[in-house]
């Protein structure tokens, strides 16, 4: 129950993250760089008698309906939490905070906030095997039925979006959606990787127990324990292999340099652990 607690937590503020995003500086600037928002801005703009929210909310139930009928039951409820709760609050915001124009006259500080929280956001959503729907579902529906590269047609979809901003808004708002479109990629790539990095140690020692003893009792995690020959010295050595969080890894340090000043140690970094106390599926 904490686990599922703690999860509706994250995949809730992520989701909050981008609608502020969305709303805030990416709706009042018309910056389009793809997805549902990018498409739900042109569209605000060409029939201006509906307003943007409700497009957003509009096709993403669309979606969701399409999503149910061609997965059935296997369709995430995350995504459906996620993507409603998402476009009710847009519309929410629209009705308690109207805006007629963007909160600064500083566009390109705007479209920083307009990509950095989006980004954070997904990626905290898809650390947490959630999405806020939209173009997700259309490239899980190309994934059941064909066999093209999603990412690069999404990619395409999105650049042609952000194009088309530039023909509605004027070749200024055209660029700034074409680099947010581009920051957007990098942003969630280096957010997850940070989200998800701990501390690879290789650990040569002539302490091994009381250096497994500390990772283990102390620190509450494992380690491997390898046997090894020191190519000059042919002297025995063991090798201790094992990986921690950053604070940890911090820990591990400092009682290295306590107990075994002479130990040699190599320590990486690492974004893909899977295995018990760290991600359990592929």
């Known amino acids: 129950m904490k686990e599922k607690f703690r999860d509706f937590f994250w995949i809730t503020l992520g989701t909050l993250m981008v609608t502020v995003g969305i709303y805030f500086f990416k709706f009042p600037n018309n910056f389009s760089t793809g997805g549902v928002s990018g498409i739900s801005v042109i569209l605000g703009a060409l029939f201006p008698n509906v307003s943007s929210g409700t497009y957003v909310l509009c096709i993403n139930v669309a979606l969701l309906l399409i999503g149910f009928i061609v997965f059935g039951r296997s369709f995430g ?15 929410l915001l629209e009705k308690v905070m109207p805006l007629s124009k963007p909160l600064t006259s500083q566009p390109t500080l705007e479209l920083c906030f307009s990509v950095l929280l989006p980004a954070v ?76 990095l701990s501390k690879y140690f290789t650990i040569v020692t002539d302490k091994p127990d009381e250096v497994a003893d500390y ?42 340099h306590t107990v075994d000043p002479h130990a040699f140690i190599v320590i990486s970094n690492s974004s893909e652990i899977i295995g018990k106390g760290f991600r359990q599926t592929l």
């Open 77 to 91: 409820f995350k995504t459906v939490y996620c993507s409603l709760l998402m476009s009710l609050s847009i519309t």
């Open 121 to 196: 956001g997904s990626a905290i959503l898809f650390n947490r095997e959630a999405s806020t729907g939209g173009t997700d579902i259309v490239a899980k529906i190309f994934k059941k039925y064909t066999n093209v590269d999603i990412g690069k047609a999404l990619f395409c979809t999105d650049f042609l979006i952000a194009t088309a901003a530039g023909v509605v808004f004027g070749i200024e708002t055209g660029l700034f959606s074409l680099l947010g479109l581009l920051s957007k990629a990098l942003v969630v790539d280096s957010v997850i990787e940070n989200i998800n």
């Open 215 to 256: 990772i283990t009792k102390t620190l509450n995690r494992s380690a491997t324990l390898l046997h090894g020959e020191g190519a000059y010295s042919r002297n025995e050595r063991t090798v201790i292999l094992t990986v921690l969080s950053r604070g940890q890894a911090v820990h591990l340090r400092t009682y290295l």
